[in-house]
């Protein structure tokens, strides 16, 4: 209902500034990573909720704290462990909303300040996480060169033989 609430058109700026707070709380206690199974989609989910964020225009002032909570979550998706299993879609779609805040004029410059922050903190985090995708590479490509060897296995036969 969280995602239902961000997305929702009709929904008050207070009222999708408390989902989205809610929202980061989980990712912040790591409840969207507990079933690893299907953390990657609730990741991407919440990634698109907070991307097609909207909301009912009021109060300039109101309606930025929304945009910041907004960032936050976004921020918050790549910062958090289960944001290693963000599609490079979503992660793009996470760096391209930071710098479309960070570059629009007609908002504060507290809040233009905090998305270029933000998008400090996701090149740091994404690049400290090279060395994993390096890793994860050298691996596939490792197993996939490696030559293909049969394991025979050796067992006693009948009349003392060893079998092949």
């Known amino acids: 209902p969280f995602l239902d609430t961000i997305r929702c058109e009709e929904t008050t700026g207070v009222v999708t500034q408390r989902a989205l707070s809610a929202v980061h709380s989980f990712l912040r206690a790591e409840l969207l990573s507990l079933n690893p199974a299907s953390a990657p989609a609730a990741m991407v989910a919440v990634v698109k909720a907070a991307t097609f964020c909207r909301f009912e225009v009021t109060d300039p002032a109101a309606d930025e704290v ?45 809040l233009r300040h905090s998305a270029e922050s933000g998008l400090r903190r996701i090149v ?41």
Not at 71 to 90: K, P, R, Y
């Open 124 to 164: 740091h985090v994404l690049f400290s996480r090279v060395h994993v995708l390096k890793d994860a590479v050298l691996s596939a490509v490792v197993e996939q060169t490696a030559p293909r060897t049969v394991n025979w296995h050796a067992g006693p036969s009948v009349a003392g033989e060893v079998a092949a």
């Open 66 to 110: 929304v945009l910041m909570c907004i960032l936050q979550l976004l921020v918050g998706c790549i910062e958090c462990n289960a944001g290693n299993l963000l599609s490079d879609e979503a992660v793009c779609e996470v760096v391209h909303s930071c710098f479309r805040i960070s570059s629009q004029s007609s908002l504060s410059e507290l």
